[in-house]
């Protein structure tokens, strides 16, 4: 009689214990890729005034075409922020790659308080960009990002390098739209020149962060279900 009435209290607490798992490998499993997130967007952010001359092609008379006036280290790196994201994607799924996104910005958010809170409220000695350009940033990386993982779980499946290449092109594209129309706006620059270089060097680092997506399929595999790319 004894072991009858105790079969109906296993089998929840066996539940529970299976639904405890789950969530506990859930979190071990978003630790690094939400910690590489979180790196690459902190020095992605503050290099933002880090000025890029080396890529400077364009004679005086289209000087306007020329990146060193707007080019950062901090948009160069960006791409990489994609790559990161794009690696949680591929071997988990969208599910924790938004997930890996959502939980970024949450601690994100806490580390610009922290630092609003010690170097001041947006003062021009501070480590920060201008208001305007970090809310351009914010936004458009945020739109950028849901695009990047609705993309590449759409495109996955097909050939290795499509997912990636084709979800940070997009990705990137929507970025570049978002964040120079806010950056400028109302501040009178001429900007298309800006974004048109700003696309076309994300574009070329889509394509060279290819190789490193190559080299690493094999380390970061696709978990049962997550196919393809």
Known sequence: MHSVIAQ?????REE??????????GVLRLILPVSALFVTLILTFLMTRD???????FPPQLAKWNPSHWL???HLMLPLAFFVINLTNRKYGALYAYTQVAVTWVLLGMFTVFFMA???????????????TSVAFLGAFGVAQIMLVSVFDKTRGRTWWGAPLISVIWASFFYVMIFHVVANWG????WMPTLTMDFVIKVVEAIVLLVPYQLMRRSVKPLPGYGGA
């Open 51 to 57: 000025t890029v001359t080396f890529l400077d092609i």
């Open 16 to 25: 529970l214990a299976k639904r405890i798992w789950w969530i506990v490998r």
């Open 187 to 190: 501040l009178g620059r001429e």
């Open 72 to 74: 950062t280290l901090g």
């Open 118 to 132: 010690k170097f001041g409220n947006w003062q021009s000695d501070n480590p920060f960009p201008s208001l305007q």
């Open 8 to 12: 109906p209290f296993e089998a929840p």
